[in-house]
């Protein structure tokens, strides 16, 4: 049975996927669909409610998005935030003033009594971001929230349960926006709150099967959350109709090559192809120092191994890619300066012999992932690893990379790693790891003299990887960590702690 459903109308605006993310945290089922769908469409989901969502046009543009009036007369209860309550109260007959000047930022907001606003502290913040202003509202409408420039910062006809707001709920810089959304989805919509990720992967299951009969899937497994995660929905579905492919360059984490095997074969009984090629890719690198061209070999490497092992397997008709949604928003990011070329075993389409390209996690954030990862059973180290660069270890080991060194640092991450864990550390820290560095320098053992490696610490706190501060660690864990590494691995006598934020740092050393 198919759950009770909001659907959220895309208007263009930059935070829609946001709004379609809190209504799923209050267990509630929705889709976001275009502005361009007809009523018929909308009315086949048999929605509870319908939210329209900011979008970046004025209402008085020529292309400005119109929904079909047609939705004001399904008695349903529709939510329009800014650029939707605009477009709504101008539908309506209400006013909306054109205006050449942007309000952006958090403001003061007075709320009045209304069911959108019930168990919420009528003195509060929102966040702004608009041109355009409603002015008046239409009839049948009442005001129930003022800023100082915004006359009408919400507005709601509670007859036809419909309601308006300039401001933007699904953001944190809204204090009050998640309560508001659930106040909607409950007190005016009438929803029961039922629907859990249990229920999103049951579903995909279903939709999945129907939508590839009997057809071939191939996959390339990293072993990260993604594409873990999306490999075993879609085995889930099609079963052996599944390959995947996971390309060992001999640059992942101590065992973890042999741990993801053991996941995918033992517990999930995957068709699976694990391709050792620590040497061709080692013999690729000799010699090579320099980050970018570290790089391009491994990104040139791995889809030659991947091209290589899916031509033996034969025309393929779809291919499974574990993107997330804030990978589809970075990509989307624009002109943005290249800092580092990012790898991911996501970019292949090119290389290989299919149909379509199939993305089950498309619209779900790093966190959904995971509870959809818990739900299917997948094990808990597997769904909290912290993310890993496509290129591994080989842009932790700085300059050169020798089989050597790669020992070296696998031995000091594991330790890291280990003590993290034992410290109770490992779900406050976002990422951490070590870095082999190219430094040696003096120190004395026993009563000898050593000229040994450096390895460096890096640990921080992000929540978008984007920025990301030093994490505090405590002394006590880091004495720990440094003791241990100098003891227990050959080659190393100083430890170091990287204490850079991002930025103006990155994250990676390379
Ligand atoms: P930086 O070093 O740019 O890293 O601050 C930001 C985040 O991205 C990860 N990272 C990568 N991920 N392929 C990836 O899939 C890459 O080439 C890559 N380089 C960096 C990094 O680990 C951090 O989480």
Known sequence: MQNETIVVIDFGGQYNQLIARRVREAN???????????????????????????GPNSVYD??????????????????????????????????????NTREYGVVDVSLSESPLFKDIDPKNECLMSHTDKIEEVP??????????????????????????????????HTPFGSRMIRNFLFEVCGCSGDWTMA??????????????????????????????VAAILLSKAVGKQLVCIFVDHGLLRKNEGDEVEKVFRDQFDINLIRVNCEERFLSRLAGVEEPEEKRKIIGEEF???????????????YLVQGTIYPDVIESGAGDASVIKSHHNVGGLPDYVDFKEIIEPLRNLFKDEVRKLGTELGIPEQL????????????????????????????????????????????????QYFAVVTNMRSVGVMGDERTYDYTIALRAVTTTDFMTGEWARIPYDVLDVVSRRIVNEVKYVNRIVYDITSKPPSTIEWE
């Open 28 to 54: 509630v089922y929705c889709v976001v669909i275009p502005y361009t769908k007809s009523l018929e469409e909308i009315k086949a989901f048999a929605p509870k409610g319908i939210i329209f969502t900011g």
């Open 62 to 99: 020529k292309e400005a998005p119109k929904i079909d009036p047609g939705v004001f007369s399904l008695g349903i209860p529709v939510l329009g935030i800014c650029y939707g309550a605009q477009m709504m109260s101008m539908m309506l007959g209400g006013n909306v003033q054109q205006a």
């Open 139 to 172: 009839e049948g409408f009442v005001v129930i929230g003022k800023t100082a420039h915004c006359p009408v910062a919400a507005f709601q006809d509670s007859k036809r349960n419909f309601y308006g707001v300039q401001f933007h709920p699904e953001v944190n």
């Open 199 to 228: 229920d999103y992967a049951k579903n995909y299951i279903v939709s999945a099967r129907e939508k590839i009969g009997d057809k071939k899937v191939l996959c390339a497994l990293s072993g990260g959350v993604d594409s873990s």
């Open 303 to 317: 889809i030659r191994v991947f091209e290589e092992e899916a031509k033996k397997i034969g025309r393929v008709d």
């Open 383 to 430: 769904v909290w690893r912290q993310p890993f660069p496509g290129p591994g270890l080989a842009i932790r080991c700085i300059g050169d990379i020798t089989k050597e060194r790669l020992e070296i640092l696998k031995d000091a991450d594991f330790i890291f790693r280990e003590e993290i864990a034992k410290a109770g550390l490992q779900r406050e820290i976002n």
